[in-house]
């Protein structure tokens, strides 16, 4: 199954084309609200799961920035990503795993070109005007250590994006994105509008490589 994770604040709580889209036969939506605890919006996809080894991919739907994600109440970082601890033995093996759709998670630089009140600029709508490209530091600096810790805590691949994220029904990465294996394996992906779906080929390709 896929579970799309959205916070409230995002602008995609109408993108039903986006399940719409889905390779699998069952899709389900968890709407995290404004003020909603973390470890809430964990205990709701685990309710929303079918057991073990049932997700195959979840997204998550998000404003961010360099190593961060707005998610519920909290800023999700490699600080707190322990909450999603709980959601390990839940994934597919061999599954996607986690794709976070949001702006410059695995930017290891500040992708406003003001940092100071990222989060009201960014829910402006004029994002386009305000966010400069991400930066991949050589072997990953704190963009790459969030993935990096989040994938340690869910044991599954996690994959973000460098720049700005546009919504689209295909689940398109605007510029280059990461994949950080919870092996500690780092993938940047440099082409453009590749889709979270290649996330398995990528660790796949890299895997044989070495």
Same mark, same amino acid.
């Given at each position: /199954?896929?579970i799309?994770l959205?916070?409230?604040?995002?602008?995609?709580?109408?993108?039903d084309?986006?399940?719409?889209?889905?390779?699998?036969?069952?899709?389900?939506?968890?709407?995290?609200?404004?003020e909603?605890p973390l470890n809430n919006?964990?205990r709701?996809?685990?309710?929303?799961?079918e057991?073990?080894?049932?997700?195959?991919l979840?997204?998550? /739907?998000?404003?961010?920035?360099?190593?961060?994600?707005?998610?519920?109440?909290?800023?999700?970082? %490699?600080?707190n &990503?322990?909450e999603f601890?709980?959601l390990?033995?839940?994934?597919?093996?061999? $599954?996607? #795993?986690?794709?976070?759709?949001? &702006?410059?998670p695995?930017?290891d630089?500040?992708?406003?070109?003001?940092?100071?009140?990222?989060?009201? +600029?960014l829910?402006? $709508?004029k994002?386009? &005007?305000i966010?400069?490209?991400?930066?991949?530091?050589? #072997?990953? $600096? +704190?963009?790459?250590?969030?993935?990096?810790?989040?994938?340690? /805590?869910?044991?599954v691949?996690?994959?973000?994006?460098?720049?700005?994220?546009?919504?689209?029904p295909?689940f398109?990465y605007? #510029?280059p994105?990461?994949?950080v294996?919870?092996? $500690?394996?780092?993938?940047a992906?440099?082409d453009?509008?590749?889709?979270?779906l290649?996330t398995?080929?990528?660790?796949?390709? +890299?895997? %044989?490589?070495a």
């Amino acid at each position: /199954m896929i579970i799309n994770l959205i916070d409230s604040r995002s602008g995609t709580l109408r993108s039903d084309a986006w399940e719409a889209s889905a390779p699998v036969q069952h899709v389900a939506r968890i709407v995290a609200g404004k003020e909603e605890p973390l470890n809430n919006v964990v205990r709701r996809v685990i309710q929303q799961s079918e057991g073990n080894r049932s997700i195959w991919l979840l997204r998550i /739907m998000a404003h961010g920035n360099s190593g961060f994600l707005q998610l519920g109440g909290d800023f999700l970082t %490699q600080f707190n &990503c322990h909450e999603f601890a709980a959601l390990a033995g839940l994934f597919t093996p061999g $599954g996607i #795993g986690v794709a976070l759709h949001s &702006c410059g998670p695995a930017s290891d630089t500040s992708i406003c070109r003001d940092p100071e009140g990222v989060i009201e +600029r960014l829910t402006t $709508g004029k994002k386009e &005007c305000i966010t400069v490209p991400g930066r991949l530091a050589a #072997g990953g $600096g +704190r963009g790459v250590a969030f993935l990096l810790e989040l994938a340690r /805590m869910t044991r599954v691949p996690v994959r973000g994006g460098l720049n700005l994220q546009v919504p689209d029904p295909r689940f398109s990465y605007e #510029g280059p994105s990461v994949v950080v294996a919870c092996d $500690g394996r780092i993938v940047a992906v440099p082409d453009w509008g590749r889709l979270a779906l290649d996330t398995t080929r990528i660790i796949a390709s +890299r895997r %044989q490589a070495a």
